[in-house]
């Protein structure tokens, strides 16, 4: 049988796995052999020319795109590492991001949940490709505002009491002083029942 390399194998297993089971199977004729490399040889030498860090990324199966030469290697590679060093960036500033909130007292779980919601944000701003949030994508991007309110609402009140009181008395100073502003009597009395739930909340905390 003609000598097949390890490298040729691990190449064809990733994309062409069919070709791969043929080459894989005892006893290959040479004449197979020679027409599998040959009918690869282009494609495999353009994967050679990946560096091994994005081929490890992309568990060595490469965009068909690139194999067929409608994609340079040279654009496939320069866009992979920008991704990369983007990746490392946001990675750092979400690790810098967390370390912060726990300085200031918030549990690991409340700041798991934070991280999620802010690395969620960045998504969907990278989808945005740097436009506006289409409807659905301002949905998701409210979405974890909202939670970002319930874990920290929620962490305040099992761990930091004190916080939770001060937020609760400046909503309740707010609301009172936006009472003053409204003319009509519903407004009023929909204003009334906030303060009500208000200090009952602040009567209720420990």
Aim: a neutral charge.
């Amino acid at each position: 049988m003609a000598e097949v390399s390890k490298d040729f194998l691990r190449f064809l297993e990733a994309n062409f796995y069919s070709d791969w089971l043929k080459l894989s199977a005892p006893d290959v004729p040479e004449d197979v052999v020679t027409a599998i490399k040959m009918k690869y040889a282009r494609e495999y030498q353009i994967w050679r020319e990946i560096p091994e860090d994005i081929k490890s990324r992309f568990r060595d199966k490469v965009p068909n795109d690139v194999l067929n030469g409608h994609e340079s290697v040279q654009h496939f590679v320069n866009t992979e590492h920008q991704k990369a060093e983007k990746e490392e960036k946001d990675t750092a500033e979400l690790l810098s991001f967390s370390v912060n909130m726990l300085a200031l007292g918030y549990a690991v779980d409340t700041v798991k949940v934070m991280a999620e919601n802010r690395a969620a944000r960045e998504n969907l701003l990278h989808a945005a490709k740097g436009g506006k949030l289409s409807p659905e994508q301002l949905i998701e991007w409210l979405e974890t505002r909202k939670k970002d309110i319930e874990a920290i609402t929620a962490d305040w009140k099992k761990y930091q009491p004190e916080k939770h009181v001060l937020h609760l008395a400046k909503m309740l100073a707010r609301e009172k002083r936006r009472q003053k502003r409204l003319l009509s009597d519903e407004d009023r009395a929909l204003s009334d029942q906030r303060i009500k739930s208000l200090e009952k909340k602040l009567n209720e905390t420990p």
